[in-house]
């Protein structure tokens, strides 16, 4: 076997393809010897040590939190910005850097108290673990769907209902591996959504996800003919940024007091819709 693939296989936090960057750097020994060949066969009595993730120093780089105590820290999110690197070797300021040094919770990996994610091209609010037992209940509200989200979002084109619930599953595009699509071969995906401005050419929705398929929003919405505005994957007409806000997280905080933590959606969301 590879070395990275055998490490890919032994240390599943990271794909073989950050391991192979991993090799290349350095960052794996066999038999206390560096070995810098991702193609390099292991065998049978090797002993393979990963060294530890190169963690850069983001020292005075801070996010806005919109709330913090011993277990969680609620961070409004600005455009533009990773919920974690893709990689080991990743130097770009992340929400995961941010929070590394604040939890116990995946400190070794890329994704220090990451429990779910946004997009980089879209803002608002996101929830982030301590430590591990506040990372499974966390996890288990997002897995059975007892969280409530509510994101803001401008379209191009506006629906023919004010008011719907778009039910259809979702798989990923085998003609294009990172982007997903509306399929009956797909998992399902359930979207409700509300028209709350619109003008000549494009509407401001409020979405609220029942299910938390990755890309959910921005796909139901492109199947509709109405893609997010900005979206250069799945939409058509171009923008200053992809019109999506996570505004608001309903969610039950360890001792068992449920919360709302809320972003303002930006003014430019309603201006762009009734344009």
Same mark, same amino acid.
């Given at each position: 076997m590879r070395l990275d693939t055998y490490a890919a296989t032994t240390w599943p936090e990271y794909s073989r393809s950050t391991w192979k960057k991993r090799i290349e750097a350095g960052d794996v020994t066999v038999n206390g010897i560096t070995q810098m060949s991702a193609k390099y066969v292991v065998q049978e009595n090797d002993r393979i040590?990963?060294?530890?993730?190169?963690?850069?120093?983001y020292a005075g780089q801070t996010l806005p939190v919109i709330y913090e105590d011993d277990n969680v820290i609620v961070i409004n999110k600005p455009l533009g910005v990773l919920t974690h690197s893709k990689g080991a070797l990743n130097e770009e300021f992340t929400v995961a850097d941010f929070v590394r040094p604040k939890t116990s919770y995946k400190a070794e990996t890329n994704r220090p108290g990451i429990i779910h994610r946004l997009d980089r091209a879209t803002s608002g609010v996101i929830i982030c673990a301590k430590n591990e037992p506040t990372a499974s209940y966390l996890q288990k509200q997002f897995s059975e769907r007892t969280t409530k989200k509510t994101y803001a979002a401008v379209i191009s084109g506006i629906p023919k209902e004010a008011e719907a619930v778009i039910d259809l599953p979702i798989a990923r595009n085998p003609s294009a591996p990172s982007t997903f699509r509306v399929s009956t071969a797909g998992k399902h995906?359930?979207?409700?959504?509300?028209? !709350?401005?619109? *003008?000549a050419k494009r509407a401001l929705l409020e979405l609220r996800p029942k299910t938390g398929r990755t890309h959910q929003l921005r796909v139901h919405l492109a199947y509709l003919g109405t893609p997010i505005l900005g979206d250069i994957v799945y939409g058509t007409e171009k923008a200053d940024r992809m019109y999506l806000h996570a505004a608001s997280l309903e969610? !039950?905080?360890? *001792?068992g007091e449920r919360r709302v933590f809320e972003s303002p959606v930006p003014?430019?969301?309603a201006n762009e819709a009734t344009k």
């Open positions: 040590e990963p060294k530890k993730p190169h963690v850069i120093n995906a359930e979207t409700y959504y509300r028209v !709350t401005h619109f *003008g969610i !039950t905080l360890p *001792g003014a430019s969301f």
